[in-house]
Nanobody, 122 residues
Framework: QLQLVESGGGLAQAGGSLRLSCAASGRTFSVYAMGWFRQAPGKEREFVAVINRSGSRISYADSVKGRFTISRDNAKNTVYLQMNSLGPEDTAVYYC???????????????RGQGTQVTVSS
């Protein structure tokens, strides 16, 4: 089993920044593609960003492109999500997920974290 623990969430003002981390343990982190997803109250969970095993391929949802940056440090078994220019629409629980292939579908991932709350005030 691969355990994933998100951190770095909290309260931010509109226009501000937060950096989320997702620490992995239990299995070899570097063999997994890593994705970030989010779920706002009353809405379905949606794709945010994905990075492949080596970090050479990255994809973003249109809603975060140019504002969010996904990265990974395989030596630290951690994937990050740098979030800039935050807006109230970014308020959600953010989840990281690990899978054998890069996917924009949450269900395609084998392992998922418990989530971290991000709240952006206007």
């Amino acid at each position: 089993q691969l355990q994933l623990v998100e951190s770095g969430g909290g309260l931010a003002q509109a226009g501000g920044s937060l950096r989320l981390s997702c620490a992995a343990s239990g299995r070899t982190f570097s063999v997994y593609a890593m994705g970030w997803f989010r779920q706002a109250p009353g809405k379905e969970r949606e794709f945010v960003a994905v990075i492949n095993r080596s970090g050479s391929r990255i994809s973003y949802a249109d809603s975060v492109k140019g504002r969010f940056t996904i990265s990974r440090d395989n030596a630290k078994n951690t994937v990050y999500l740098q979030m800039n220019s935050l807006g109230p629409e970014d308020t959600a629980v953010y989840y990281c997920a690990a899978g054998t292939t890069s996917s924009t579908s949450y269900g395609a991932y084998d392992y998922r974290g418990q989530g971290t709350q991000v709240t952006v005030s206007s």
